[in-house]
């Protein structure tokens, strides 16, 4: 819901009418905030849904001759393929389609603050958030005591029916996804990663039993293991110890994306200093997931980058521009570092 609305609302207040593909894993929200738009006096055919499958649906939107514009959210794979389609007809797209994203901890930093911040970002929605917090990288005087916490406090975390407010985390979208979890994370045991907290599904009992819960996994790993490369989009967080500062920004860097890291430090200009040379497009100090900065950054027509908070699937919102001929969205002053118009499947360098 979060991300269709933040798609939604800059579409159609610059003048332009939308289809929206839901994810065929998640489609019932996007259908109910139509009906809630309908009855708010919507005008037909201003905001379409479209339900059903990327291959089938998703496929004929965005090789369509009328689309002018496509905002994607989704998988590596759905990328290439919605960039292929939109090509022949030479349609600008948007996308964005995943993440690993780095959080260096600092031996300065506040260990109490740094360790909530880590968990939040790391279990929130399961885990399920290409922005989500997948590698720690610890300066190695605070390594054992950091990693010792935050295990504690990942065990300790809630598992349960989402709709109880006492639940702390829920399952994973899909029997597929926690099977290709539970693959990764034995993968990486058998590599050798050791591990803090989780590791293994979930044991809740009945109704619960059927759900798809894994627990909240802390792994320490080398970067010789798949998993500190590769997305897992779970519940999910690998660690590394360092003891510089280059080599923390090397090891921040050594991954195919570039969507997120965050600076746990009280020093402001090493933060500043640590932030420029991190290829990501977003870099948070002390804080984790603010909304409203990626709402901003990610305005559908201004040819920003898009962030994805939703499960697992794709969401694709496509857009016919209505502007006057020749005129252009106005763009605000952004910070260079901010803006690309790349994948986050593949390094890239900021415009």
């Not at 499958?53 to 939107?61: A, N, P, S, Y």
């Not at 406090?153 to 994973?172: E, H, S, Y």
């Not at 909240?216 to 080398?222: Q, W, Y």
Request: charged share 20%; hydrophobic share 45%; with cysteine.
């Amino acid at each position: 819901m979060l991300i269709a609305v933040k798609k939604i609302a800059p579409a159609i207040a610059t003048g332009n009418s939308i289809v929206i593909k839901p994810s065929e894993l998640a489609p019932v929200s996007v259908l109910e905030l139509g009906r809630v738009c309908q009855r708010a006096g919507l005008p037909d055919g201003v905001m379409n849904i479209v339900p059903g499958l990327g291959k089938e649906v998703g496929q004929l939107l965005c090789s369509h001759e009328k689309m002018r514009k496509i905002d994607l959210t989704g998988g590596t794979p759905t990328g290439r393929a919605v960039g292929a389609a939109a090509g022949a007809n030479l349609c600008s797209v948007i996308s964005e389609l995943g993440g690993k994203a780095p959080m260096i901890i600092f031996d300065d930093c506040d260990l109490e603050q740094a360790i909530n911040g880590a968990a939040f970002a790391t279990f929130v929605a399961s885990g399920q958030t290409c922005i989500m917090g997948a590698r720690l990288v610890i300066h190695e005087s605070v390594y054992d005591k950091f990693l010792a916490a935050l295990s504690a406090k990942a065990k300790a975390i809630r598992l349960g029916d989402p709709f109880d407010m006492k639940t702390q985390m829920g399952p994973v979208i899909t029997n597929e996804s926690r099977t290709r979890i539970t693959s990764m994370v034995d993968t990486a045991k058998a590599q050798g990663a050791k591990v803090h907290a989780g590791a293994q599904r979930a044991n809740l009992p009945a109704p619960l039993d059927r759900g798809y819960y894994y627990e909240p996994t802390i792994l320490g790993v080398t970067t010789k293991m798949d998993i500190w490369r590769d997305e897992v989009f779970g519940p999910v967080v690998v660690a590394v110890p360092f003891k510089t500062e280059a080599e923390a920004i090397a090891l921040a860097n050594d991954s195919p994306f570039g969507l997120a890291a965050a600076i746990w430090t009280k020093d402001v200009a090493r933060a500043h200093r640590v932030a420029q040379h991190l290829d990501v497009s977003i870099c948070h100090n002390k804080f984790y997931f603010f909304t409203i900065v990626k709402f901003l950054y990610s305005l559908p027509f201004v040819h920003f980058f898009l962030f994805r908070w939703v499960s697992s699937g794709s969401t694709i919102t496509t857009a016919t521009i209505l502007l006057p001929p020749g005129a252009a969205p106005r763009t605000p002053a952004l910070d260079a570092r901010m803006v690309t118009r790349h994948s986050t499947s593949t390094r890239r360098r900021a415009l």
